[in-house]
């Protein structure tokens, strides 16, 4: 059975913590990927960025409703919504903007597992690191495809 490194893309496009949203927007566009991983400078995976994060970058917050009970504010609805909308429209790095909660896979991970957690965890593709965090690779879910068809 094939491992994750056996089917992982060695070349993978990122973006640095530090670069600015702007320069993300546009290496994502050009890359026609959906997504893109955001690393340190010693190539350690910090989070990913998706065409849906940038996005949310540049819609308008909606602020929530407010309930005033005995001289306090009770925010109706999600107030974790708020915030997560309020982080990503003030994001002006790509390590700001980056979503910390990567789904990621190891080298020798069985490519079964790895195809679960990209449909499961409904992403377009999840990187491959070592222990340390290193970023080794990326699998899509084209890489998945390809070595579900190939004989």
């Given at each position: 059975m094939k491992t994750a490194q056996d089917i992982m893309n060695r070349e993978v496009v990122t973006v640095l913590a530090d670069d600015p949203v702007d320069k993300v927007g546009d290496v994502l566009?050009?890359?026609?990927?959906h997504s893109l991983p955001v690393v340190n400078s010693?190539?350690?995976?910090?989070?990913?960025?998706?065409?849906r994060d940038l996005i949310d970058a540049h819609r308008k917050v909606h602020l929530p409703t407010m309930l005033t009970i005995l001289d306090g504010l009770i925010p109706l609805g999600g107030m974790h919504e708020y915030e997560?909308?309020?982080r990503k429209v003030?994001?002006?790095?790509?390590?700001?903007l980056a979503s910390s909660h990567v789904i990621t896979a190891a080298p020798d991970e069985d490519t079964d597992a790895v195809a679960e957690k990209l449909l499961r965890k409904d992403v377009h593709a999840v990187p491959v690191v070592d222990?340390?965090?290193?970023?080794?690779?990326?699998?899509?879910?084209?890489?998945?495809?390809q070595h579900l068809l190939k004989p």
């Open positions: 566009l050009s890359s026609g990927h010693e190539d350690h995976l910090v989070g990913m960025i998706g065409e997560e909308e309020l003030t994001a002006v790095t790509a390590g700001q222990n340390s965090g290193l970023l080794l690779g990326i699998i899509s879910r084209s890489d998945i495809l």
